[in-house]
């Protein structure tokens, strides 16, 4: 029997889902006006009556206080109910997922009802819609805000089902590839028709491996390889042969990204544990202790299903540290999101493409859910905007993770047992890593939707507690997590010194049907593959059983050399390892880069500034992110000092996060960032640069010590098979590598996401060279952190650090419309050296306040302050260090000018302050106002004394608090100004 739980707010009581869905109508222009009203509910099959499932909805399924409930069974041939229920001119439409979509809420519900005593056989949830609206506009409502196609299906009217089944028992067939008999037509025809994604002169490799041995693939070998050979697993451009300028290089990686931190290391760099060996990087914290540190890309599946693709991104990289050598406890995340602005209008949306309105709320909400659910704080994170970003979302996610010092390193013995840890496999991520690895199209949705994943945070949180209690009771060898490529990516890297035997129908499914190729490299999520004893297994499986977590022998990694696939005793793959891991031919390819013309930019002369100020704080860059950061607990584990937003409002911009790795000790991490793709538009080297010197000026800015700071780093470029996409790349790898080693920054992990173009009508759109920096810094006394808000009227304000004409890329050419300028350049020795005065005077409590000088330059930077702090601040131009080519107004405002510091001095210690800043380019700017009887103010004077920016701190607040849509903000958030 198949019933329809559905649960409706109780009369009287607001339905938010309701109105949003007819505001989100209304900010996408859709014919209206709509009248919503929503319901969410569950379809139930079983051996189970009405009696039953109202018992269980009067339980635990529904709040008696603020919702009610109707039970109706579902029939094939549909009801009169439902057309009752529906009544007048209105339409009622009800959301699913699509069948083999995981459905996270509809599986808790099942183990509710089971916990019960009901015989339940599936669940599905289910989000029912009545709504009120011009009837030829409904299919858009639908597919723009209801539903998104790639993961569910819409029902208009009644619910005409009779069963929930999502399989039907596998046939076993064992596949062949005809691959010796391809010419160079069919072998391209069948890497595109099987999204394969891989080149000719891989696929002639292959066929010519298999002619060598006598014999045609099956696909599940075919498969194997080119999961293992895709440009997301095996970095095969960034590890390729390159030409470039004359110069040929074997490996970009090697010979600038690992290049700068083994140098660093053969020149006494001793923190460093475990680097660009396993899913994260591991440095040194304490005599006890590790901590690792990794962020992943998730762009594509983003852009297809912005909730399931962002939810499964941050769900992965929780397994990056979990994977990380025997396993690591997550202690914070990160994310950054690089969009379209989101009052992009709508008519001129290509096809295929959603909303970025909606890319951004999806993607949020994706991190929200499953770090929320994991108790995992979210603590850092930036958002951009750029049009270029339509089509291609950026999605960055980041986690944290400590370990105990000496169970960094893990190893594979032969007998060992391939054991599966956590959620069942279903077809959801097939060929994940593959569609990575390709362009998207407007036809990508279509093809593509099994390559999204949708996550369970609560299945995930289990195996996080499994794993770490066998971790402590040593009783496995080995650990990685099911990323791309699912148990071919996994069982493949881990047994590939060795050799594996795998029995694929072992595997746990979520429902019938699947083949053997399908169970090997699916990407469902929340799976963690373990090398264990076989004298461990069966307490392993026992502990895993005690936390709810589901334990599988898949097989045993073997001393053969070759990966052995086998369902039901059918062998059908067996690859040589070397082959698999080695084969790949290099990539080679040539780059070029022609940096377009440097010529000067004619700055506005004008008397008042102040527009040009407001018009940046409401820039989609630079404006407040809170509607964002609230949605995350960034405060569960009790481990964060300093929160993502400060001040006594709590709502100023951190520059970085600080948490407590560990328990009872005050030593800290602090966490940032640096990113700005429009530096990459004219010079990617020094994009590099700029980059790396934010995402340093951010942890040293809240207390971080400079000689304590390793980085990350995440590509995210387009098609490099494009001469001038490649040598911007190039340039941009070679920055990171003088950086680092100019700065004593050694990089730990990575990750690159190339193809990020979309590719439509004969047209094609690719992102700007973006290069996301991420910094991990150690703060020797957590006490001792400052916070970027003005603490008390009187102080002191000095700018430390140089300010030259470099508006090139900056925020300020932005809203002017211009393009142009000299793209910042970083000093490394003077900004070395101002890191560490810095440094000291946060150590010795000298520095009430400090934040960096990034997008917007100074102007922005002491608003942002002001309004942080709620005080007001006069500051004159004449004293801010500069060049004489530098000494006009408009530059001394907006320059973006890097190693730059804006810092809050009590009178008494100005002197101690500009003692240890000796020799260092640094000037006093003004002081924190007092407001007496009016209002607080920030002023600001130019070089010849004339007022150039006036505006009450309530005005920048107003500007800099833009909502993403025209309903402004919950007054619970944003109080008013005089609370």
């Known amino acids: 029997m198949l019933w329809h739980l559905q649960i409706d707010p109780a009369p009287g009581l607001s339905d938010s889902e309701g109105h949003r869905v007819a505001a989100e109508a209304a900010d996408l222009g859709l014919p209206g006006p709509w009248s919503v009203r929503s319901a969410r509910g569950f379809l139930i099959e079983g051996d189970l009556d009405e009696s039953d499932l109202r018992r269980a909805a009067e339980q635990v399924l529904a709040d008696p206080i603020v919702e009610t409930f109707t039970i109706a069974p579902c029939r094939a041939e549909g009801g009169a109910r439902a057309r009752a229920r529906n009544g007048g001119d209105s339409s009622i439409v009800h959301v699913l997922p699509r069948p083999g979509v995981t459905d996270p809420v509809a599986e808790s519900a099942r183990a509710v009802l089971r916990g019960l005593g009901l015989a339940v056989a599936e669940v599905r949830s289910v989000r029912s819609y009545t709504l009120e609206g011009p009837a030829d506009a409904l299919p858009a409502l639908i597919r723009r805000v209801l539903a998104n196609d790639a993961v569910e299906v819409a029902v208009v009217g009644e619910l005409a089902l009779d069963h929930l089944g999502q399989g039907r028992p596998y046939a076993f067939r064992r596949i062949e590839i005809p691959l010796r008999s391809m010419d160079d037509a069919a072998l391209m025809r069948t890497s595109r028709e099987g999204q394969l994604s891989l080149s000719i002169d891989e696929m002639r490799t292959i066929r010519d491996h298999f002619l060598d041995l006598g014999r045609d693939p099956t696909d599940a070998e075919l498969e194997t390889i080119a999961q293992t050979w895709s440009?997301?697993?095996?970095?095969?451009?960034?590890?390729?042969?390159?030409?470039?300028?004359?110069?040929?290089?074997?490996?970009?990686l090697k010979q600038t990204i690992f290049k700068a931190t083994k140098d660093l290391e053969a020149d006494g760099l001793d923190w460093l544990v475990s680097v660009f060996e396993d899913n994260a990087g591991v440095i040194r914290f304490d005599d006890d202790h590790d901590v690792c540190f990794k962020v992943e890309t998730h762009n594509h599946p983003s852009a297809i299903d912005p909730y399931g693709g962002a939810n499964t991104g941050i769900g992965g990289v929780i397994r990056d540290p979990m994977g990380t050598g025997l396993g690591a406890k997550p202690i914070c995340n990160t994310d950054v999101f690089c969009v379209a602005p989101p009052d992009f209008p709508a008519e001129a949306l290509p096809g295929g493409v959603l909303h970025p309105r909606r890319v951004l709320k999806g993607v949020v909400a994706g991190v929200r859910d499953y770090g929320n659910r994991m108790g995992i704080p979210t603590v850092n994170g930036a958002v951009v905007a750029d049009e270029r970003y339509l089509a291609n979302p950026l999605v960055f996610c980041g986690t944290v993770g400590v370990l105990p010092r000496g169970k960094a390193f893990k190893s594979v013995e032969p007998g060992d047992r391939i054991v599966a840890l956590g959620g069942r496999t279903g077809r959801d991520g097939i060929h994940g890593a593959t569609f990575s690895s390709a362009e998207l199209t407007g036809e990508s949705e279509e093809l593509s939707g099994g390559a999204v994943q949708i996550g369970n945070a609560i299945t995930e949180k289990m195996v996080l507690d499994a794993l770490l209690r066998a971790r402590d009771l040593g009783l496995y060898r080995a650990v990685t997590d099911c990323g791309a490529g699912g148990f071919s990516s996994a069982v493949g890297e881990m047994g590939a010194a060795l050799g594996a035997e795998v029995d694929l129908e072992k595997a746990p499914l979520k429902y019938e049907g699947l083949s053997y190729t399908e169970i090997w490299i699916s990407e469902a999520q929340e799976r963690m593959v373990l090398a264990v004893p076989p004298e461990h297994l069966e307490e392993l499986v026992a502990l895993c059983a005690s936390e709810g977590v589901e334990a599988t022998d898949l097989g045993r990694f073997v001393d053969t050399g070759r990966l052995t696939l086998r369902y039901h005793g059918q062998v059908v793959g067996d690859l040589s390892m070397r082959f698999l891991h080695e084969g790949r031919p290099k990539v080679v390819r040539k780059a070029t880069f022609s940096p377009p013309p440097e010529r000067p930019v004619p700055l506005p002369d004008r008397d008042d500034y102040t527009p040009d100020l407001l018009a940046l704080l409401h820039d989609w860059d630079v404006c407040s992110k809170e509607w964002i950061i609230r949605q995350y607990d960034h405060e569960v584990q009790g481990r964060t000092v300093l929160k993502p937003l400060v001040g006594p409002r709590e709502e100023g911009p951190g520059d970085a996060a600080v948490v407590l790795p560990v328990r009872g000790s005050n030593r800290g991490l602090a966490v940032g960032c640096g990113l700005n793709p429009r530096y990459g538009d004219l010079d990617p080297y020094a994009m590099a640069g700029n980059v790396i010197d934010e995402a340093i000026r951010n942890v040293v800015a809240v207390g971080a010590d400079p000689d304590r700071i390793a980085l990350l780093d995440n590509f995210c470029w387009g098609n490099p098979e494009r001469p001038e996409t490649l040598g911007s790349l190039v340039l941009a790898?070679?920055?990171?590598?003088?950086?680092?080693?100019?700065?004593?920054?050694?990089?730990?992990?990575?990750?690159?996401?190339?193809?990020?173009?979309y590719?439509?009508?004969?047209?094609?759109?690719?992102?700007?060279?973006?290069?996301?920096?991420?910094?991990?810094?150690?703060?020797?006394?957590?006490?001792?952190?400052?916070?970027m808000d003005l603490k008390e009227p009187g102080n002191t304000l000095l700018l430390v650090g140089q300010t030259r004409e470099e508006l090139g890329g900056s925020s300020y050419l932005k809203i002017l419309g211009l393009s142009g300028g000299l793209v910042p350049k970083v000093d490394p020795p003077t900004g070395l050296a101002t890191f560490r005065a810095l440094f000291s005077a946060i150590a010795r409590g000298l520095i009430r306040s400090c934040h960096d000088l990034s997008e917007g330059g100074l102007a922005v930077s002491v608003a942002e302050m002001c309004l942080a702090g709620g005080l007001g601040a006069e500051v004159s131009l004449r004293d801010v260090p500069c060049p004489d080519s530098a000494a006009i107004d408009p530059v001394l405002l907006f320059s973006e000018s890097p190693s730059r510091f804006l810092i809050e001095v009590r009178p008494a210690d100005v002197s101690?302050?500009?003692?240890?800043?000796?020799?260092?380019?640094?000037?006093?700017?003004?002081?924190?106002?007092?407001?007496g009887a009016g209002p607080p103010r920030l002023v600001v004077r130019g070089l010849q004394e004339t007022t150039l920016i006036d505006a009450t701190v309530s005005e920048l607040r107003a500007r800099w608090l833009r909502p993403i849509n025209d309903h402004g903000f919950d007054p619970v958030i944003h109080p008013p100004l005089n609370r």
């Open 231 to 252: 440009e997301h697993c095996s970095h095969k451009t960034l590890r390729g042969r390159v030409e470039f300028d004359g110069e040929i290089i074997d490996n970009l």
């Open 733 to 757: 790898a070679q920055g990171c590598h003088d950086l680092a080693l100019s700065y004593r920054t050694p990089f730990i992990s990575g990750k690159d996401s190339l193809y990020n173009e």
């Open 759 to 787: 590719s439509h009508e004969g047209k094609s759109l690719a992102i700007p060279p973006t290069l996301l920096i991420s910094a991990i810094g150690q703060v020797p006394d957590a006490r001792r952190c400052v916070t």
């Open 912 to 931: 101690d302050v500009l003692d240890l800043f000796a020799g260092l380019p640094v000037g006093r700017l003004g002081s924190v106002s007092d407001p």
